[in-house]
């Protein structure tokens, strides 16, 4: 019996705050299946389309693949699918159907309440989301800048949610307009609040009240809404977390030229993305890590300039915030704006006039495990209950407190949700490592740090479907490789001794660690005792493939010559050859397979198409030298030799079967290596006749 | 290990001439690990079989089954079982001619074909090449050689030496076969123990190979136990 290891996770999926099926939309994506990569991208996370542009990509840092060359592109990829896929996804939003009384009011249209509006509803809920601005988004709409992400990608998630029948209300703040009580009378069984953590905190340094003295969040906003006023040419941001990095890059954009971030933290401390922080210093912004604020420079009210004190040292032994200073140590520098990006609080109007309770200023007094607040049936999720955070975890927790909402309704009960960690695998073992072809990442494309600051527009260009396809193949497929069978396996050693990386080991019976195997397929294919399957790839399989292939058409209106083509899947740039239409088939007479490496046929897949009726069998595998797999070109080559003696022993002959490396790419060279393969079909059936 | 090569298709073909329902059956011990009759063998011959009837026009059904290995009674009897449900015609055994012989004679009134060419007990050389290193002869003596085997490595058998023929360290039968007994003397050089050649060893009673008949061996241990009365 075969059995597959399901037990472990991909270490990017792992890695993910919603466990999102990453190792899954990169296969789906190499397949050409996009919208199959879109569902499984919307299964875990309804912020889709805002991941795919601002994630900061746990998955990425996880990839084992880092230790080859780099990590797969993971967010770029998320946007590509979301790009390529508009058209089915908006045709698969349907409204929910209500199945329960009970009504959920969610405070708070940002990403975690959002996420939780979608679950419920789809759920069976109908729920209520009320929001105090003017746009559903929360941050995602108000203050990331507009060239990391456009709203109308914002649009995109937030417009599917509605779709599915939940109610927003905006314009409307819980708290001044409406109560809590009030929602309570009005007939909501339970409450969430998401709204998040929209103060910015200030300093107390002496001329803090300057004016021309800005904080983070108001500055962002008027720079979304277009109504910020002149920051002037020379502007001081204090923070180096990813927020200052937001405001100094929008400065810079609003005109100003000399733009410098200064934290507490050294540079290696600094909170803010490393990419971020690159791509703000090619656009000419100066960063002063390791300086504290110590007091603004004014003159008649009007900021001048800020003096900085040197900081010594943030965290103190038990890695509390305690920063040191050296007050003998100062510069001075001049500003004509001095923004704040000193962090966030909560604004907590929500719960005025109620009796939901405050654990300190600005902290709601909140369990982790239940997601409930001191009032029961009030629940609360995202920044607001956990701190800052990214987009992704706030998607996470939204998920999470619907389950919490969703349990109370039902039961009456909190639920208790442990933190979930899945068991998945360790690290890529140099041994192997050393041993995977390299093959460079595609790089993202932005715009020249000159002519990105002169807008808020995208700067960053999505993969091209070619890139896309290149890089979604870069994806090792860790854990998906694969796997034998007890029962059958003799202990030959062939799979230890084809191995092109050392994997398969044998002590009784053959074993292909999870931790190693690349899932090349060459050990299944020359298994003598058929033990070794692929979690992805039927060896073996490929008559069942073909007779359901060649059943959709009419025995008689199958074309003659008919030839069934196994081509390389990591040649194609396009999916014009991917998807196989059995009009296609009925037009060209050549039956595609794609395969993705055609090493991975064994020698009975090679001859299933002749014994379902194929006049040929053309294999058409990678240009010379790029296969992905070490010796895989060879092993095929040898598997291909055995096919045609046999075919020639048969009676049926070599030149049935052609074997041809692709130049190129698939749409350059195929089509040719078809036509060639037909024509001589047709000549050997003409010296047939005259023979 | 015992060793096996396939049998040319065309002759394989011409021994189920004319029977319409066949069983390819492998055998899942050497023949498979000598990558000549195991269960992707057995689908390649199938499929040469089918391929090769459907160009002839001719409606032979080909059904494939593997056996944990042939030689045992008990791993066959499902196997007849089916051949038998399923009125199985002809079988082509890819076993070893041991589980060919044992195949047979559980069926008894359906013809077993053999599918490969036995040939000798061999171990492997380097991936994908075997040798042929015992002889089966009943009486080893390679506590007396190094544990080099004269009796199946050397062409003639020799027991006591190298004969005329030996050609730096190749056997006169040309190609890449070792003399077995320049080989027997550089590794009794590199024992130390060249000097037990000079040890005169009387005359070799060949009965205890297939020379004296067909062989048996019994271990009473697991056999049957009689019943009490």
Known sequence: ?691 | MIVAEQKPFGQVKEFVEGYRKIMVAGCGACVTVCLVGGEAEVKVLASGLRIAHLQEGKATEVLEACVTRQCEPEFNDPLVERIREEGVEAVISLACGVGVNLLAEALEDVPVFPGVNTTFFGGVKEAGTWLELCAGCGECILHLTGGICPVARCAKSIMNGPCGGTNDGKCELGGETACAWALIIERMERLGTLDQLEAVQPARDWSTGHYGGPRRMTVEAVQAVAKEE
């Open chain 1, 1 to 691: 019996m075969r059995v597959a290891n399901e037990c472990l996770t991909a270490p990017c999926s792992a890695a993910c705050p919603v466990q999102t099926d990453t190792r899954g939309y990169a296969d789906a994506v190499a397949r050409g299946d996009y919208e199959r990569a879109l569902e499984l991208l919307l299964e875990a996370n309804p912020f889709s389309s805002v991941c795919g542009r601002i994630c900061d990509h746990p998955c990425e840092q996880a990839c084992r693949r880092s230790k080859i060359d780099a990590p797969v592109g993971l967010r770029a990829l998320k946007r590509f699918v979301v790009e390529h896929t508009g058209e089915h996804r908006r045709a698969r939003r349907a409204r929910q159907p209500v199945l329960y009384p009970e009504r959920v009011a969610i405070v708070g249209a940002g990403p975690a309440g959002l996420t939780a509006a979608h679950d419920l509803a789809r759920a069976g809920y109908a729920v209520t989301v009320f929001e105090r601005g003017d746009a559903p988004g929360g941050m995602l709409g108000a203050t990331i800048p507009r060239y990391r992400l456009p709203y109308e990608v914002v649009r995109e998630d937030i417009d599917d949610i509605l779709a599915l029948g939940v109610e927003l209300r905006t314009g409307v703040e819980i708290g001044r307009d409406v109560t809590l009580d009030d929602l309570r009378r009005e007939g909501f069984s339970a409450i969430l609040l998401a709204t998040g953590l929209s103060e910015s905190h200030s300093l107390t340094i002496p001329g803090i009240g300057s004016e021309g003295v800005l904080l983070a969040v108001p500055f962002l906003e008027a720079a979304r809404l277009g109504t910020t006023t002149p920051v002037g040419d020379r502007v001081v941001v204090i923070g180096g977390g990813n927020v200052a990095f937001d405001v100094a890059r929008t400065a810079r954009r609003l005109g100003a030229s000399e733009v410098t971030c200064a934290c507490l933290e050294s540079r290696e401390e600094m909170p803010a993305h490393e990419w971020e922080i690159t791509e703000a210093l090619e656009e000419g912004i100066q960063v002063m890590p390791s300086w504290g604020p110590r007091a603004i420079v004014a003159e008649e009210g009007r900021v001048r300039g800020i003096e900085l004190k040197k900081c010594l040292r943030v965290f103190d032994e038990e890695g509390r915030f305690a920063p040191t200073f050296d007050e003998g140590h100062i510069a001075t520098l001049l500003a004509d704006s001095v923004i704040l990006a000193v962090g966030q609080r909560a604004d907590l109007a929500c719960i005025e006039g109620s009796s939901v309770q405050i654990e300190r200023p600005g902290r709601l007094r909140y369990s982790e495990r239940t997601m409930a607040t001191s009032e029961p049936g009030v629940f609360a999720c995202g920044e607001v209950a956990t701190g800052p955070g990214s987009a992704v975890r706030a998607v996470a927790d939204g998920h999470r407190a619907a389950r919490a909402v969703a349990h109370y309704l039902e039961t009456g009960e909190l639920l208790e949700q442990e933190p979930v960690t899945p068991p998945t695998l360790g690290e890529l073992p140099d041994a192997v490592a050393e041993k995977v072809r390299r093959v460079a990442p595609v790089a993202l494309r932005h715009a020249p740090a000159e002519a990105r600051v002169t807008d808020f527009g995208d700067f960053e260009a999505g993969y091209s479907e070619a890139e896309a396809l290149r890089e979604a193949r870069r994806c090792l497929a860790c854990a998906a490789g694969a796997f034998a069978d007890d029962d059958r396996c003799a202990g030959c050693l062939t799979c230890v001794r084809v191995c092109p990386y050392g994997v398969a080991t044998v002590d009784k019976t053959a074993a292909m660690p999870e931790e190693m195997c690349q899932a090349c397929g060459l050990c299944a294919a020359e298994c003598p005792a058929a033990a070794i399957a692929l979690q992805r790839f039927g060896t073996y399989r490929m008559r069942e493939e073909l007779s359901a292939l060649l059943a959709q058409i009419p025995e008689s209106e199958l074309p003659r010559p008919l030839v069934v083509s196994y081509c390389c899947l990591f040649e194609v740039t396009s999916r014009s050859f991917v998807r196989a239409h059995p009009a296609d088939l009925a037009e060209t007479g050549i039956a595609r397979v794609m395969v993705p490496c055609v090493a991975r046929l064994s020698v009975p897949d090679i001859l299933a198409p002749y014994e379902l009726g194929a006049d040929a069998v053309v294999i058409i595998s990678c240009a010379d030298g790029e296969c992905m797999y070490p010796t895989a070109e060879q092993r095929l080559a040898g598997r291909v030799r055995r096919a045609k003696a046999l075919l020639d022993e048969i009676g049926l002959g070599a030149e049935r079967l052609d074997h041809w490396k692709t130049h190129e790419s698939a749409e350059v060279s195929w089509t040719a290596f078809w036509e060639i393969s037909k024509r001589k079909l047709a000549q050997t059936a003409v010296k047939e006749t005259v023979g």
